[in-house]
């Protein structure tokens, strides 16, 4: 993992200093303020892997791949690529070759693995820094369709970028988010819980797995019917996401259970975590032909660190564990935070 952000830190550091030789050297005002915009841009993006690097040496980011060593090596390959479209003169360039350099550039940095991995570290900041970089692949492609001339090489590389992210964006959303909630799909969630499980035996830091299930949701559907059952299943989702912390996952782990990854979470964090989760979801306003229909979930959850020492089936037995807090909830009146369970290393296996 520590190759891997390292050759993604060092693809941005590429056209960091690219873009900035372009901007040196160009005598359009136009063009050598776009590439002093894309410049910065990739700062920024540097400032990212930077702090997925700190995050890393400090344990704090698990291996979020199975064979990092085939990207590590597709990353070396790309970067290699991209050093060999860089001409040492840059001075004789026109704007058309400027932009031209630049689409290609960007055309090497498209990769869902750069979401993936902002993603993980910190769930809250990967639609903003997804919608960073759309602004700076949007800046690109308006400059190259207002310069290029039509049927040029650098107005095809615009339009494949623009159809390369949208195609990309949607791609990943099939195949990583539930379609009603817009949260992560089991799919997600599997992928990421086996990381984070490995993480949290390999250093020994805790994780919290809270279940979530939204109370009589069968009554909802019957009496109202799904236009206002999915209604409701969205509300609770967008309070839940909004409710968590900025290093939680959420996901839909079921038809209306959610799921929330909460990396280093003690049993008291859990607790406030679930009761923050209650208090939001009781105040979703769902309008039902003009009254408001009141929601409620019962909130399950489990916590291990050492508990997951040596154990075959980390995940499964996190979330077994989440699901008797879970029914504990329900069996209590429902409506409710159950108690943590707190797994330790003699604690029966699934």
């Not at 650098?154 to 159809?163: D, V």
């Not at 990421?192 to 949290?200: K, S």
């Not at 609770?236 to 900025?246: C, L, P, S």
């Amino acid at each position: 993992m520590r190759n891997l952000l390292g050759q993604c830190e060092a693809i941005d550091t590429l056209a960091r200093d690219v873009y900035a030789r372009l901007a040196d050297s160009c005598d359009d005002p136009e063009i050598r303020d776009l590439m002093l915009e894309l410049t910065e841009d990739e700062r920024e993006h540097c400032v990212w892997w930077a702090e997925l690097l700190d995050a890393w040496e400090r344990g704090l980011l698990p291996d979020i791949v199975g064979d990092d060593q085939s990207l590590v090596a597709d990353m070396e390959s790309r970067l290699c690529e991209m050093r060999l479209l860089i001409p040492e003169n840059t001075e004789t360039l026109s704007c058309e070759e400027a932009l031209t350099i630049a689409a290609q550039l960007e055309f090497y940095m498209i990769d869902p693995i750069f979401g993936e991995l902002f993603e993980l570290v910190e769930p809250a900041a990967a639609e903003v820094r997804n919608a960073s970089y759309r602004d700076h692949l949007g800046r690109l492609t308006d400059a190259i369709t207002e310069r290029a001339p039509a049927g040029s090489h650098s107005a095809l590389l615009g339009r494949l970028l623009e159809r390369v992210w949208h195609d990309n964006r949607l791609l990943a959303a099939y195949a990583n988010r539930d379609g009603l909630t817009g949260l992560l799909n089991r799919r997600a969630l599997n992928a990421h819980m086996a990381q984070w499980t490995a993480w949290a035996m390999r250093y020994g830091r805790a994780l919290g797995v809270l279940l979530l299930d939204v109370d009589f949701f069968k009554r909802v559907n019957d009496t109202y019917g799904h236009v206002v059952g999915d209604r409701a299943l969205l509300a609770v989702a967008t309070a839940v996401r909004e409710t968590v912390r900025d290093s939680d996952l959420v996901a839909r782990y079921g038809g209306d259970e959610f799921a929330v990854i909460a990396p280093e979470a003690d049993v008291e964090q859990l607790r406030a975590l679930g009761e923050r989760i209650l208090a939001a979801v009781r105040a979703v306003p769902v309008a039902v032909n003009g009254d408001q229909l009141s929601l409620s979930v019962s909130i399950g959850s489990a916590t291990a660190s050492a508990g997951l020492a040596d154990d075959p089936h980390p995940a499964e037995r996190l979330f077994s564990a989440a699901d008797r807090s879970l029914y504990a909830a329900k069996e209590a009146g429902r409506d409710r935070v159950s108690e943590p369970v707190v797994l330790a290393p003699s604690d029966e296996r699934v």
